[in-house]
């Protein structure tokens, strides 16, 4: 029995935890305790060789265990395994991966280690790698926090080469040969006369062949794939529209349901009435669930419907009903000293404020909702003993837990289908709605249903981005900043998720000041302090997390700085910066946006960074100001992931973060009254439109010394880049989201 307990810097606590049988480090290793998934359905002339590997007569399947939602990372972790296993990408099929633990993130929780993403002593490294066995004891297979790349990149590489020293062995049984006279390429194992074997017909030799451990990786240098610009392996059907996503599974027999949800969030329902619901066309059965219920009909309009002919007496809101009220709750945290987080306290911060000519500013940002273009929705089928579920998610573990618990069933009777997803940006990390697609399976066992939220329900009863305010104060030099205080506080997304699903979140959420206190600037007296706001509205991950409103702070912050002593503000964070990985993203983006030189009358630039995720990001905004409007003209970035993957991918992440944080940054805002939000569809909780979105370009650099991923870390810039553009062009400075509140935008 193994145990890890407390990490000891700051009082950071991770939570003790048992591992039966041992801790796993470093890489994966094929006869640990989670065995392969795909050898308990195999048929005759099939061969499962590594959990990521599935060959039988019709080809070669690479199987992808994290959720593809647009990122690409099907073809991406797609492209680690067929490297090495010597095929195209055109050579095999990619599929998502069965719910299991062997696919388990290894890496998800080293975010949470209070060491700076700089940070690089042998006690930072430790902690990073004790994380893993927890990581393994929970066995969680999540998609998300930009991990997909780094959790797969060893993991999938020894899968492939695994594959392919087994088939080697295989052909040389069927040939009567040294392994040494053979060799690989294409999908074949290769003699030294030329005879070719394909790996199609040596699967059946394999699968009787236990794989290597510790199989040889190729090096960069043979690298045929990895390091190019891949054709995604999703693009034909989602081009053709033949690509299937959870709204599109079709069952015989399938109805369709839908709910109404107490509109003050997370609040009982007293009692409900459906007469007048059962009357309309089409609908079967009203279903109570918690906080509401269920209406079953033969097609999902007819369950919208439905659903808005139910009447209720709902529950009061038990949170305070305004927007003012939650955001008082932040103020709270502050004045109370309801302190979560201290990991940044260098010098003596007081002292050198005393007496000092004090720059002071507060920054405040609302609730964001996730707003995926596909609303949420899941199909669910108990019948024979057993229960299928289909839906995008991220999570699909967790959805066999909560399968368990409401239908009673053993795992080995749960099978989830992890679909294709039209945007995730964390809110598929929630389960709620598959929760209840299975409670209505339940209620009309034997028959398929597919549940489906309108778009009222899913933009009004989300897990929102938490909101969230900062207040700093700081004293200058001529050169810079000489003393920083910033104090940042929002509620714990991290511990109203995790309390979600059962686990507990021990110690300081990080998330609360991620992207503040682990920045690379050095200033002599920096204090960055993180305070807990009561979570008493439901919150969670959203696209880069905490990074996403501390970077706004932070780097807008930087800038008041900067222009309060006329310094340029890209020369003083270079000046501050001792990370050279990061001096040189900043260093490209000034270079790529031409930082310095004369623009048109009315145009300015603007500048931000941040390190989010281990990887530092960049961004200039360029924009014009005519009529007392802001047109955003270009956007430029600058990212370093350490090994450029595919690099094409990369940039597309890059422009989707970018895209992403501008519409959060102009009009993006969830408000709270009478305790509902008000926003119900796209006309009030709006987006950016193709005609504001501006022409990107995007430098891609390989100087971190690790493999990082890129879905989150392009995001966060592009609010406080944006504000300082706006600052340079018209002398406003805007201290809250969202943006379009104090100016207009064409």
Same mark, same amino acid.
């Given at each position: 029995?193994?145990?890890?307990?407390?990490?000891?810097?700051?009082? =950071?606590?991770?939570?003790?935890?048992?591992?039966?049988?041992?801790?796993?480090?470093?890489?994966?290793?094929?006869?640990?305790?989670?065995?392969?998934?795909?050898?308990?359905?195999?048929?005759?002339?099939?061969?499962?060789?590594?959990?990521?590997?599935? %060959?039988?007569?019709?080809?070669?399947?690479?199987? #992808?265990?994290?959720?593809?939602?647009?990122?690409?990372?099907?073809?991406?972790?797609?492209?680690?395994?067929?490297?090495?296993?010597?095929?195209?990408?055109?050579?095999?099929?990619?599929?998502?991966?069965?719910?299991?633990?062997?696919?388990?993130?290894?890496?998800?929780?080293?975010?949470?280690?209070?060491?700076?993403?700089?940070?690089?002593?042998?006690?930072?490294?430790?902690?990073?790698?004790?994380?893993? @066995?927890?990581?393994?004891?929970?066995?969680?297979?999540?998609?998300?926090?930009?991990?997909? /790349?780094?959790?797969?990149?060893?993991?999938?590489?020894?899968?492939?080469?695994?594959?392919?020293?087994?088939?080697?062995?295989?052909?040389?049984?069927?040939?009567?040969?040294?392994?040494?006279?053979?060799?690989?390429?294409?999908? =074949?194992?290769?003699?030294?006369?030329?005879?070719?074997?394909?790996? /199609?017909?040596?699967?059946?030799?394999?699968?009787?062949?236990?794989?290597?451990?510790?199989?040889?990786?190729?090096?960069?240098?043979?690298?045929?794939?990895?390091?190019?610009?891949?054709?995604?392996?999703?693009?034909?059907?989602?081009?053709?529209?033949?690509?299937?996503?959870?709204?599109?599974?079709?069952?015989?027999?399938?109805?369709?349901?839908?709910?109404?949800?107490?509109?003050?969030?997370?609040?009982?329902?007293?009692?409900?009435?459906?007469?007048?619901?059962?009357?309309?066309?089409?609908?079967?059965?009203?279903?109570?669930?918690?906080?509401?219920?269920? /209406?079953?009909?033969?097609?999902?309009?007819?369950?919208?419907?439905?659903?808005?002919?139910?009447?209720?007496?709902?529950?009061?809101?038990?949170?305070?009903?305004?927007?003012?009220?939650?955001?008082?709750?932040?103020?709270?945290? %502050?004045?109370?000293?309801?302190?979560?987080?201290?990991?940044?306290?260098?010098?003596? /911060?007081?002292?050198?404020?005393?007496?000092?000519?004090?720059?002071?500013?507060?920054?405040?940002?609302?609730?964001?909702?996730?707003? #995926?273009?596909?609303?949420?929705?899941?199909?669910?089928?108990?019948?024979?003993?057993?229960?299928?579920?289909? #839906?995008?998610?991220?999570?699909?573990?967790?959805?066999?837990?909560?399968?368990?618990?409401?239908?009673?069933?053993?795992?080995?009777? %749960?099978?989830?289908?992890?679909?294709?997803?039209?945007?995730?940006?964390?809110?598929?990390?929630?389960?709620?709605?598959?929760?209840?697609?299975?409670?209505?399976?339940?209620?009309?066992?034997?028959?398929?249903?597919?549940?489906?939220?309108?778009?009222?329900?899913?933009?009004?009863?989300?897990?929102?981005?938490?909101?969230?305010?900062?207040?700093?104060?700081?004293?200058?030099?001529?050169?810079?900043?000489?003393? @920083?205080?910033?104090?940042?506080?929002?509620?714990?997304?991290?511990?109203?998720?995790?309390?979600?699903?059962?686990?507990?979140?021990?110690?300081?959420?990080?998330?609360?000041?991620?992207?503040?206190?682990?920045?690379?600037?050095?200033?002599?007296?920096?204090?960055?302090?993180?305070?807990?706001?009561?979570?008493?509205?439901?919150?969670?991950?959203?696209?880069?997390?905490?990074?996403?409103?501390?970077?706004?702070?932070?780097?807008?912050?930087?800038?008041?700085?900067?222009?309060?002593?006329?310094?340029?503000?890209?020369?003083?964070?270079?000046?501050?910066?001792?990370?050279?990985?990061?001096?040189?993203?900043?260093?490209?983006?000034?270079?790529?946006?031409?930082?310095?030189?004369?623009?048109?009358?009315?145009?300015?630039?603007?500048?931000?960074?941040?390190?989010?995720?281990?990887?530092?990001?960049?961004?200039?905004?360029?924009? #014009?100001?005519?009529?007392?409007?802001?047109?955003?003209?270009?956007?430029?970035?600058?990212?370093?992931?350490?090994?450029?993957?595919?690099?094409?991918?990369?940039?597309?992440?890059?422009?989707?973060?970018?895209?992403?944080?501008?519409?959060?940054?102009?009009?993006?805002?969830?408000?709270?009254?009478?305790?509902?939000?008000?926003?119900?569809?796209?006309?009030?909780?709006?987006?950016?439109?193709?005609?504001?979105?501006?022409?990107?370009?995007?430098?891609?650099?390989?100087?971190?010394?690790?493999?990082?991923?890129?879905?989150?870390?392009?995001?966060?810039?592009?609010?406080?880049?944006?504000?300082?553009? @706006?600052?340079?062009?018209?002398?406003?400075?805007?201290?809250?989201?969202?943006?379009?509140?104090?100016?207009? =935008?064409?």
């Amino acid at each position: 029995m193994s145990k890890l307990g407390k990490i000891t810097r700051r009082t =950071f606590l991770v939570g003790s935890v048992a591992i039966a049988g041992g801790a796993a480090f470093g890489y994966w290793k094929y006869k640990q305790p989670f065995g392969n998934p795909l050898q308990a359905n195999l048929k005759e002339g099939e061969a499962a060789l590594t959990p990521y590997v599935f %060959i039988n007569q019709e080809g070669i399947t690479i199987i #992808a265990p994290r959720a593809e939602m647009g990122q690409g990372v099907h073809t991406t972790l797609a492209a680690l395994v067929a490297e090495e296993l010597d095929v195209s990408l055109e050579q095999v099929t990619v599929i998502h991966g069965p719910a299991s633990k062997a696919y388990f993130n290894e890496v998800l929780l080293e975010e949470a280690v209070p060491f700076a993403q700089t940070d690089t002593s042998s006690m930072a490294k430790r902690m990073r790698r004790l994380t893993k @066995i927890p990581a393994k004891f929970l066995a969680l297979q999540v998609t998300g926090g930009s991990s997909s /790349v780094p959790d797969g990149f060893t993991k999938m590489r020894l899968a492939g080469a695994a594959a392919r020293e087994t088939l080697v062995k295989a052909a040389a049984q069927q040939l009567g040969v040294p392994e040494s006279d053979l060799h690989t390429e294409q999908g =074949f194992v290769v003699a030294a006369d030329g005879e070719k074997i394909s790996y /199609v017909d040596l699967a059946v030799t394999a699968a009787t062949i236990e794989p290597p451990t510790e199989p040889r990786l190729k090096p960069k240098s043979e690298w045929k794939l990895l390091g190019k610009s891949q054709e995604r392996v999703d693009m034909v059907g989602k081009s053709t529209g033949t690509a299937e996503f959870s709204i599109d599974v079709e069952l015989p027999g399938l109805l369709y349901a839908t709910v109404k949800l107490n509109p003050c969030l997370g609040c009982g329902m007293n009692s409900f009435d459906a007469s007048e619901a059962m009357k309309k066309t089409g609908v079967k059965k009203v279903v109570e669930i918690d906080n509401g219920v269920a /209406v079953i009909a033969t097609n999902t309009w007819y369950a919208f419907q439905g659903a808005n002919a139910v009447t209720f007496d709902w529950q009061s809101a038990n949170y305070p009903e305004s927007t003012a009220g939650l955001m008082q709750l932040c103020e709270e945290a %502050i004045t109370n000293d309801q302190e979560d987080s201290q990991f940044r306290d260098d010098g003596d /911060v007081e002292a050198a404020l005393q007496d000092a000519e004090l720059i002071e500013g507060e920054y405040r940002v609302p609730y964001l909702a996730h707003a #995926a273009m596909e609303p949420v929705n899941a199909t669910a089928w108990l019948h024979d003993g057993k229960i299928e579920i289909w #839906a995008g998610n991220q999570t699909p573990t967790q959805i066999i837990k909560e399968a368990e618990a409401i239908t009673g069933l053993d795992e080995s009777n %749960i099978h989830v289908h992890t679909m294709l997803m039209g945007g995730g940006f964390g809110r598929r990390l929630e389960v709620d709605f598959v929760k209840q697609a299975i409670s209505v399976a339940k209620a009309m066992e034997g028959t398929p249903v597919k549940l489906t939220w309108s778009r009222e329900e899913d933009t009004t009863h989300d897990y929102y981005r938490p909101m969230a305010l900062a207040r700093f104060r700081a004293a200058m030099n001529d050169q810079g900043p000489i003393a @920083i205080d910033l104090k940042c506080s929002a509620p714990s997304a991290v511990a109203s998720q995790m309390g979600r699903i059962g686990i507990p979140a021990a110690g300081p959420d990080i998330s609360i000041v991620q992207a503040a206190w682990d920045q690379p600037y050095e200033v002599e007296n920096y204090r960055v302090t993180g305070y807990r706001a009561d979570t008493v509205f439901p919150v969670s991950s959203w696209r880069s997390v905490g990074a996403s409103q501390n970077a706004f702070f932070h780097e807008s912050m930087m800038d008041e700085l900067a222009h309060a002593k006329g310094l340029d503000p890209v020369s003083m964070r270079l000046s501050l910066m001792s990370h050279e990985t990061s001096k040189k993203v900043l260093e490209s983006v000034a270079e790529l946006s031409h930082w310095g030189s004369p623009l048109p009358q009315g145009h300015a630039r603007g500048v931000a960074f941040s390190l989010s995720f281990g990887v530092p990001v960049a961004e200039v905004m360029e924009i #014009a100001v005519e009529n007392d409007a802001v047109k955003i003209l270009k956007a430029y970035a600058a990212v370093d992931v350490g090994t450029a993957l595919d690099p094409r991918n990369i940039e597309a992440q890059v422009i989707g973060g970018i895209n992403f944080g501008l519409a959060a940054a102009m009009m993006g805002e969830i408000t709270v009254e009478g305790g509902k939000v008000q926003q119900s569809n796209f006309h009030t909780y709006n987006s950016i439109r193709m005609n504001q979105a501006p022409e990107i370009e995007v430098s891609i650099l390989e100087n971190g010394e690790r493999i990082r991923g890129i879905g989150e870390p392009g995001l966060p810039p592009a609010a406080p880049a944006l504000a300082n553009a @706006i600052f340079a062009a018209t002398g406003k400075r805007i201290r809250e989201m969202p943006l379009n509140k104090h100016i207009r =935008f064409v």
